[in-house]
Structures are given as structure tokens and as C-alpha cells.
């Protein structure tokens, strides 16, 4: 009964974080609480004790949010990539922090440098007409950094608990 809901939920919204972040570098407020709320329901509905729902994944999340704000705040992440973060840590929890942070950075590294070596280039004239592309040409913007966050959490999710656990695994 949970398992379409478990195999499409995280990953749709993940997938639509990373498309809203190249297209418009932004993120929405309503996708990290729509994925903390799913995670919160998908996770009651599989039976993971509250205990474990409350210290070992919304704590993660709430730490992972406090660190991604730090940094928000020092102007070295956007806002968007900061909650997405967090809401991701939420559905992997702490056993998977330390690869979510690791893969994260590996494939935020590749990703800029690809935008990096994007923006040296000349853009045709019909690439001139696409807003996104010239936003993510742009030398001045960011990098939609929600690609690596989400990409990563993809990877990651199906090890976690709740995945393990609708999935029959555990």
C-alpha cells in the first residue's frame, strides 16, 4: 500500500526542486514543507516508532537547518538550498548525514565547475531567447546548487530506514 507513495514522493520532489532551482534559482518554501510533512506521514503510516521519527530524523533535520541558516546568513548558500537541505535530512536522518554531506559536495564541485566552464562560452542567438539560460550564464549568479542536494538525496534514499522499511528490506 505505501509503496508508490514511498517510491515517487521524496524522489518527484526532488526532482522538481532541481528543474525550479536551474530554471528560476530558486526553491520554493512550500517544497521543503511539503517534504518534511510527507516524511512525517510516509513514516507514520510505515510504522517507524515516533522515537525514531522525532530524534533520529526531524533532530537531523532541525541540525542540519541550523547549519545550512549559518552559512545563509554568511551569504555562502541561498536560502532555498539551505531548507532544501534540511528537508532532505529529514527523510535520510543521521545515519546518512555524513555520505549526504560528502556526495553533496562531490557533486556540487562537478556542478559548478561545469556552470564555470558553461559561462566562458558564447551562447548561439536562439539560446539568448531562453531566460534560464541566460540567468544560469549569468557570471554574477549563483549556482543552482538544489541540483547536487537533490541529486545526492536521490541516490542516498533508497538505504534509508523508511525506504528499507515499506520496502520489506529490514
Known amino acids: 500500500m505505501l509503496d508508490l507513495p514511498t517510491l515517487t514522493f521524496f524522489p518527484l520532489l526532488m526532482a522538481y526542486a532541481a528543474i525550479s532551482d536551474v530554471l528560476t534559482m530558486t526553491i520554493a518554501n512550500r517544497l521543503s ?26 533532530a537531523c533535520g532541525a541540525a542540519v537547518l541550523l ?18 537541505a534540511a528537508a532532505t535530512a529529514v527523510w535520510l536522518g543521521w545515519s546518512h548525514l555524513g555520505d549526504y554531506g560528502l556526495l553533496t559536495s562531490l557533486l556540487g ?8 566552464q558553461f559561462r566562458r562560452l558564447a551562447l548561439p542567438e536562439f539560446c539568448c531567447r531562453q531566460a534560464w539560460l541566460m540567468r544560469l550564464h549569468e557570471k ?3 549556482v543552482p546548487y538544489g541540483v547536487a542536494l537533490a541529486v545526492a538525496g536521490l541516490v542516498i534514499y533508497p538505504d534509508t530506514r523508511l525506504w528499507q522499511n515499506v520496502m520489506g528490506l529490514v
Open 33 to 58: 514543507v511539503l517534504l518534511v510533512v510527507g516524511f512525517v506521514v510516509l513514516a507514520l503510516l510505515a510504522g517507524l516508532p515516533v522515537a525514531v521519527i522525532g530524534l533520529d530524523h526531524l
Open 67 to 84: 547549519l545550512t541558516f549559518t552559512l545563509f546568513a554568511f551569504g555562502w548558500i541561498g536560502g532555498g538550498d539551505a531548507k532544501l
Open 109 to 116: 564541485a562537478g556542478l559548478t565547475l561545469l556552470i564555470l
Open 140 to 142: 554574477h549568479n549563483g
